[in-house]
């Protein structure tokens, strides 16, 4: 009972979460744009059965010759759903259930690290804005990129991380952007160097030092716990056919959004192309957008009324920045930056950097509701605020929940993503870059292999698997001695 008056905010984001993953309860499964999504829990939860962890390679995907899909292809969610098949789901409920998870996590997680600043009303309404944004229903249910999505709900939890210093949360929050999409991993980084610089800025003289090396030390940490796969990632992709995916049809030059867009642009399940008119929608939201408004608005109120320049006034600023950036690097004023860094075009879509303006627009959404609150005169005030911010909720659910819907139901079941066909013929079609380059690929399904090849653990591999060991036993280490430090 305790618990649940000191965190009715968890249960109240829970509960106004349903409307976003309620096609996740409703018989048979829905078309999406990355359709493997069964056939890589299954295959997941085939090979954790069988005793490989980490698991590397599965053996009927790759027309059956088998390949080593999760070196390449970030595991974290897949594993999850192979837990649920071990515990006895069919690879499409686990699947499901995977889905459904990692969307639930993201409004969790930006509640608690909004919570921690803005208050219990000010992390509800992050956590509902970040898990109703228009983008992160594009992920779940017009891409199914279900890797993305889950590295965009560890956002926010690196983040808490870091700011509490807690070894535990910031590592496993950035071990878990890493191990969820590498690409979401690439992106934040840059901003999280500059939030950790920010936070070290503000930071009273004798705690900066101690700051940066706590900030460090959970970078390190997180590294290391996700060595596993990002070091075997890096030096074996030239084993694959990875490259190839690098422009022709997924050249960012063709794929830069119109500023117009991103205030609003048609809804569709169609795919990203050049130009103004996209099949599927990228806005950043017109409620999200405003909270981003309202936000500055406060920011100049208080620059030149109050002059309290505390943390939070900092972290929002930082905020406004981050969101301005990520729009600029989805313009077209911006391909220069683009150009003069290679790396970039592993992104292949500028509009990725959606994912950025979700969380900082979201995140600013608590900003000002925790500004009202602080700066109500009355009891009259305060309740006026409520009736407010309650109707700003609904408001956001209303305008948002009809994007958090399928194109369509298929009454499919596991067996229709799991069949031979399915996995060595349908699924291989789909995901075939993590073959070898000069892959003679099967013209038919008649020719897909009957057994798959062997497969043996490389040398690199070895050595990431004993990194990744050591780096859990350090994690584990540091938060005994810290909690034994505490309890002196």
């Known amino acids: 009972m305790q618990f649940l008056k000191k965190h009715y ?50 053996p009927d995907l790759g027309y059956g010759y088998g390949y080593p899909i999760f070196n390449f292809y970030a595991p974290l969610a897949y594993y999850i759903g192979g837990v649920f098949m071990l515990l006895g789901f069919d690879a499409l409920l686990a699947t499901k259930i995977m889905m459904g998870l990692g969307a639930l996590l993201s409004g969790i997680f930006m509640y608690m690290l909004a919570r921690k600043f803005f208050g219990e009303l000010g992390g509800i309404v992050s956590g509902i804005f970040y898990i109703y944004a228009p983008y992160h229903a594009v992920d779940i249910y017009v891409r199914g990129d279900v890797t993305e999505f889950w590295a ?53 003289k004798g705690k900066k030092l101690l700051i940066l090396y706590h900030s460090s030390l959970i970078l390190f940490l997180g590294l290391a716990v996700s060595a596993f796969y990002w070091i075997p990632a890096l030096l074996e992709i030239k084993n694959t056919n990875v490259l190839s995916q690098i422009g022709g049809g997924a050249d960012f030059r063709d794929h830069f959004v119109c500023i117009q867009q991103l205030w609003s642009s048609p809804w569709g399940f169609g795919g990203s192309t050049k130009g103004c008119i996209d099949g599927l929608s990228l806005m950043i939201g017109k409620l999200h957008i405003f909270s981003i408004f309202s936000a500055i608005l406060v920011l100049i109120y208080i620059k030149f009324k109050h002059k309290c320049f505390n943390d939070i006034y900092y972290l929002s600023i930082f905020s406004i920045a981050g969101f301005l950036i990520s729009i600029f690097l989805m313009l077209e004023v911006s391909k220069f930056i683009w150009q ?4 970039m075009a592993f992104f292949q ?34 309740t006026l605020m409520y009736y407010s911010t309650t109707i700003f909720v609904f408001s956001l659910l209303f305008f948002n929940i009809k994007f958090f819907v399928p194109q369509t139901i298929f009454p499919t079941t596991s067996k229709d993503y799991t069949n031979e066909r399915a996995l060595k013929w349908v699924a291989s079609k789909t995901s075939d870059e993590f073959l070898a380059p000069g892959f003679k690929k099967p013209k038919s399904e008649y020719e897909i292999a009957k057994k798959p090849l062997p497969f043996q653990e490389t040398a690199i591999e070895k050595a990431a698997n004993v990194a990744s060991l050591i780096g859990v036993l350090a994690l584990i280490i540091g938060i005994i001695f810290k909690y034994a430090k505490t309890k002196r």
């Open 152 to 204: 965009y709900a560890f956002i926010p939890l690196m983040l808490l991380g870091l700011y509490k210093r807690s070894l535990l949360i910031g590592s496993i929050g950035f071990a878990g952007i890493i191990l969820s999409h590498n690409l979401t991993a690439l992106m934040v980084v840059p901003f999280l160097l500059i939030a950790i610089l920010l936070y070290c800025y503000i930071a009273p």
């Open 9 to 58: 905010g968890l249960f109240i984001v829970l509960i106004l979460s349903f409307w976003a993953v309620k096609p996740f309860f409703i018989p048979g499964f829905f078309p999406m744009h990355d359709n493997t999504q069964v056939a890589r829990v299954f295959e997941m939860g085939k090979m954790l059965k069988e005793g490989m962890f980490p698991v590397r390679f599965v």
């Open 349 to 382: 879509y500028p509009w990725r950097f959606l994912i950025l303006t979700s969380f900082f627009s979201s995140f600013l959404s608590g900003f000002t509701i925790w500004f009202l609150k602080k700066t109500a005169v009355n009891s009259h005030f305060n």
């Open 340 to 343: 003069a860094i290679p790396l």
